[in-house]
């Protein structure tokens, strides 16, 4: 894993829940932008995180960027591609 | 289903390659834009469909917007949310 900027919730294959809390959590906490992040098949729970986030809990808020990309991971079979999601959303002052 | 407009590639469970193929085809017939989309746990498959056609099959073709929103869907136990994303990608002439 990779080193996480501030406000960075990093979606893996916990329930979805579990990270809609961190990001409600973040901007309860003062936060102006959190980033959603995730890689692969935890892609859709990273979207699922930031609609649950945005449609039942949090208010003023809304997506600023969405990016897509490919990162390449060393695994013990060589290195392999996989694809990954940032969801940035800003608190609108 | 509801019906897809046209250029729109509509992602589900089958191989990723299959939706690769389908985006190549079409904008090798011309298309100025497509449109990849996808719902609930597919929705990395879409990202993968993305980024797969435009890192090893299409030049010259580039990301113009990505989309994602809450559909509401019709099941025999009721209604309920699911997410969407919709991925649009542009040649440059």
Do not use: C
Request: no cysteine.
């Amino acid at each position: 894993m990779q080193p996480l900027r501030e406000n960075t919730v990093f979606v893996g294959n916990k329930p979805v829940m579990n990270y809609v809390l961190a990001v409600v959590t973040q901007f309860n906490n003062g936060a102006e932008e959190v980033a959603i992040k995730a890689r692969g098949k935890a892609i859709s729970r990273a979207v699922d995180t930031a609609e649950i986030s945005l449609n039942r809990f949090l208010v003023g808020v809304t997506k600023k960027d969405i990016v897509i990309s490919t990162e390449i991971i060393d695994t013990d079979s060589g290195k392999t591609n996989v694809s990954s999601i940032e969801i940035i959303l800003i608190h609108n002052k």
